[in-house]
Structure formats: structure tokens, C-alpha cells
């Protein structure tokens, strides 16, 4: 019944410019695999694959504008897409939360304070010679950080994550529109995991396809503010009594 929809929604989330991807566990047949998740603000697509390697957004985003920009978590499967790429500052400041130390919850309230800047930075309208010259600003704080001296092992390792992500933490003042958290993907998988806590997985590889596929439908429709039985399925059995 959902017929080619579940391809239309691939093609928009590579055409968008501006995407979200996240993963979670899966069992298939009783085997550990992965459900993959890649959205827009106005589409969700789930695919549930038996890998966590890059081949899977690879394959996914091929054909994706260069300019677009991607907004993960620190997961190393998202480096070397030829997309531009937005790391997670929620995944970061959590990290730097954690510490005990005076030293780390010093370094956890400066980028606190760091990433309040950059949020206001980007819900500002967007002008390309101003945003560059912030991101080349916020780029001197980010090397600051990342040379700075630590003693407390707590403070320094959120200092490897921040000299991991680099400028991937402020890649969003370029891009009109983007966001500095991947919270949108966080909330848009939620859906599969708690289905994936009711069912405990599939129990067969085309099961697995057939809930990615209906669950990517289901969930772009209400991302579009769509009601499924006025938007799609009253037209289908329409056209069945006809």
C-alpha cells in the first residue's frame, strides 16, 4: 500500500541540505545488528542493517549536495562522506557534566557558556560574511581549549573529545539553518527503540525491512503534520472500492 514512498523519502533526505543521523541496536533473528536513522526536519528514514560500518551512510547519502552539512554524534562511521559535518555540543557538554574535579566543572561551565554563544549566533539571519567571521573567532576559542594545559585525567578527557570534533563543533555558523545538537535525531528514533523494547527485534531479515520501511512512512507523515488515515489511507481504499 505504501508503494515507492519509502525510495521518495531517500531521495529527500539526500537532496536536503541540512540532515540528522543516529543508530541503535537491533536483533535480527537473535543476531546484534543496528537500525540506522537519517532525517530532515520534514522526513525520518530507518533502515535496519546487520552492520555499524560506514558502508551504511555511504550508501545512503550518496548523491548528497557537497555544501550540505550533517549534525551527528562523535560516532567515527559519519567521517569521509564529502559532507560538511555539525558535532553534537549535547553529547559534549554531558560528557564534561560527568566530571568530579574543580578543574573539570570549571571547563564544563566555560562550555556551557560557549555554547550559549554559538546558539544565539545561529538563531540570528543568516549573513555569510558576518557568520564567517564568527566561525574564525569561535575557531581561536576552540584552539584555545584544545592547547590549553589540564591535570585532572577528568578535564582532560573532555579535552580529547574537544580536540577530536575540532571545528566539526562549530561547523553549523556556516550553514543557515543548522543545528549545533543532534537532539532532532535523538527524538525521531525514539520511536524504533521503544518499539524495539515492546517486540525485542525481528525475527527475520524481511520482517526487519518491512518495520524500517513502515515506521520511515509513518513517521515522515507526522513530521509532516499528516494524518495517516485522511493522507493516505482513505485514498488507497477508495481506490479498492472503485
Not at 540528522?20 to 543476531?31: L, N, V, Y
Not at 550508501?59 to 560538511?84: C, F, H, M, Q, W
Not at 524500517?212 to 503534520?225: D, F, P, V
Request: glycine share 6%; with cysteine.
Amino acid at each position: 500500500y505504501f508503494g515507492t514512498r519509502y525510495e521518495a523519502i531517500i531521495k529527500e533526505i539526500r537532496s536536503t541540505p541540512r540532515k540528522h543521523a543516529d543508530e541503535t541496536s537491533w536483533r535480527i533473528k537473535g543476531e546484534n545488528g543496528w537500525a540506522w536513522l537519517f532525517a530532515t526536519e520534514k522526513a525520518a528514514l530507518y533502515t535496519i542493517e546487520e552492520t555499524r560500518g560506514k558502508g551504511v551512510p555511504e550508501r545512503i547519502l550518496n548523491g548528497s549536495p557537497p555544501e550540505s552539512i550533517l549534525t551527528v554524534d562523535d560516532y567515527g562511521a559519519y567521517k569521509n562522506l564529502g559532507l560538511k559535518r555539525q558535532s553534537c555540543w549535547a553529547h559534549l557538554l554531558r560528557v564534561a557534566r560527568e566530571g568530579e574535579s574543580a578543574e573539570a566543572c570549571d571547563l564544563h561551565q566555560r562550555l556551557t557558556a560557549l555554547f550559549k554563544e554559538l546558539s544565539a549566533i545561529v538563531t540570528t539571519p543568516f549573513a555569510r560574511p558576518e557568520r564567517q567571521r564568527l566561525h574564525a573567532a569561535h575557531a581561536e576559542k576552540i584552539q584555545a581549549l584544545m592547547n590549553e594545559m589540564f591535570i585532572e585525567r577528568d578535564a582532560q578527557k573532555v579535552q580529547i573529545r574537544i580536540r577530536n570534533q575540532g571545528n566539526h563543533l562549530i561547523e553549523a555558523l556556516l550553514h543557515d539553518g543548522a543545528h549545533l545538537t543532534n537532539n532532532h535525531a535523538e527524538r525521531q528514533i525514539r520511536p524504533l527503540a521503544v518499539l524495539r523494547k515492546i517486540t525485542g527485534g525481528s525475527r527475520s531479515r524481511k520482517g526487519a525491512e518491512t518495520t524500517a520501511r513502515n515506521m520511515s512512512i509513518l513517521q515522515t507523515l507526522k513530521l509532516e503534520g499528516n494524518n495517516l488515515v485522511e493522507h493516505f489511507l482513505k485514498e488507497k481504499l477508495l481506490s479498492l472500492m472503485i
